[in-house]
């Protein structure tokens, strides 16, 4: 009587290790799954024309938790500019757009809103025009009725450059699967001479892929 009651006394406690070590690998695998799931974010790799990126660039975005939000992207595009007037100035380069933005809407589509910076660097191609008048002689009258002569004196150099910028639009964006976003991208500088000039509001379009 005394082994059979031994017996049962062993089999209980081996069922009491066995459940509470059930409940502690139960809540540990729940508390880490808490923990990945306050991490998941979502992230995305997708290309941009125009916008911050003048032309066509490639942009890494993520949200700091979930599928909206605030969030950043990084960058790295192509520009060209061509400004006319008293001195032709071109321009082309390499820049880096970063961001902060914030996704307004729980569902797929969202409102995005952002604000940033594009530092880059770009070479300057300047052709200036100098007229060279003939027949002239110190009374001011032109005694020779040809047109007068031009010449073109061109200049190149590297430099760095940058320009505010904001983000107004529409972002279709999944935790997995296809993203899509289009909008208006304001930008300014401060008037120095490292500013880059563009249009006051430069629309922009982006395709890429959500993870």
Not at 34 to 43: D, F, G, I, L, P
């Amino acid at each position: 009587m005394s082994k059979l009651k031994d017996r049962i006394s062993f089999d209980n406690k081996h069922m009491m290790k066995y459940i509470m070590r059930k409940i502690v690998l139960s809540l540990f695998a729940l508390c880490c799954s808490s923990a990945v799931m306050a991490q998941q974010k979502t992230r995305n790799l997708s290309v941009e024309l125009l916008g911050a990126q003048n032309i066509v660039g490639i942009n890494y975005d993520s949200r700091f938790n979930g599928n909206s939000g605030l969030g950043y992207r990084v960058g790295i595009g192509y520009g060209y500019g061509d400004n006319s007037g008293l001195v032709d100035q071109k321009i082309n380069g390499v820049g880096v757009p970063l961001e902060l933005s914030y996704l307004l809407g729980k569902k797929n589509s969202k409102l995005e809103l952002g604000f940033g910076a594009s530092l880059g660097v770009y070479q300057v191609k300047e052709t200036i025009g100098y007229v060279k008048d003939t027949g002239w002689y110190p009374g001011g009258e032109n005694t020779d009725e040809t047109s007068p002569n031009i010449d073109f004196y061109t200049s190149s150099r590297t430099q760095f450059g940058y320009f505010l910028f904001g983000d107004i639009g529409y972002r279709y964006q999944r935790p997995n699967g296809f993203m899509f976003r289009v909008g208006v991208s304001p930008s300014f500088n401060f008037g120095d001479k490292y500013g880059l000039n563009k249009a006051a509001f430069f629309p922009y379009i982006g395709f890429g892929w959500s993870f």
